[in-house]
Antibody, heavy 112, light 107 residues
């Protein structure tokens, strides 16, 4: 069945770069788009960006200057890199396939 | 960016009742509106997409309606497992944006 799992550091310092991995199974990354979505504690969902089946990407303009999404189809992995982290980037980060399947999310805390 | 305004923010109801959650877009998004359910410890669940199309596995007591700027999620004959958070999301133009959420609580 379709599964997505986010992984990465739970704690990152301000000004550093966050690197997260979404490992998928049950489908091909060349067939469905994968988005990253985040949710600050106690707040709502924010779409960050997407990588389509053809490898093209689109980003939330509010994050575009700091955000990069890429993938390795041979490993069934999608990557998120976000630079210049701030405390307000503390959130649970989710990856989602065509929004029909979501990972459980990974909490990232930005703190010194 | 398209702003999505959900109402109400909180809703209390009892099992067996029917409830409606509204979502208003700041500009027309055609039919491209999705609804999600969020519950602690569970993956977010896509309920409805393109305004009114039920995702596979969504119970028929859920329905979606609307187009343009105004959309509604209706849940008929509430079951205990329906209580949680609900979000709308437009997928008509970038950036895809979510509503602020509606917390459906047990009365």
């Amino acid at each position: 069945q379709v599964q997505l799992k986010e992984s990465g550091p739970g704690l990152v310092k301000p000004s550093e770069t966050l690197s997260l991995t979404c490992t998928v199974s049950g489908f091909s990354l060349t067939s469905y788009h994968v988005s990253w979505v985040r949710q600050p504690p106690g707040k709502g969902l924010e779409w960050m960006g997407v990588i389509w089946g053809d490898g093209s990407t689109a980003y939330n303009s509010a994050l575009k200057s700091r955000l990069s999404i890429s993938r390795d189809t041979s490993k069934s992995q999608v990557f998120l890199k976000m630079s210049s982290l701030k405390t307000e980037d503390t959130a649970t980060y989710y990856c989602a396939s065509a929004f029909a399947y979501w990972g459980q999310g990974t909490l990232v805390t930005v703190s010194s | 960016d398209v702003q999505m305004t959900q109402s109400p923010s909180n809703l209390a109801a009892s099992p067996g009742e029917s409830v409606s959650i509204n979502c208003k877009a700041s500009k027309s998004i055609s039919k491209y509106l999705a609804w999600y359910q969020q519950k602690p410890g569970k993956a977010n669940k896509l309920l409805i997409y393109s305004g009114s199309t039920l995702q596979s596995g969504t119970p028929s007591r859920f329905s979606g309606s609307g187009s343009g700027t105004d959309f509604t999620l209706t849940i008929r004959n509430l079951e205990p497992e329906d209580f949680g958070l609900y979000y709308c999301q437009q997928h008509n133009e970038y950036p895809w944006t979510f509503g602020g959420g509606t917390k459906l609580e047990l009365k």
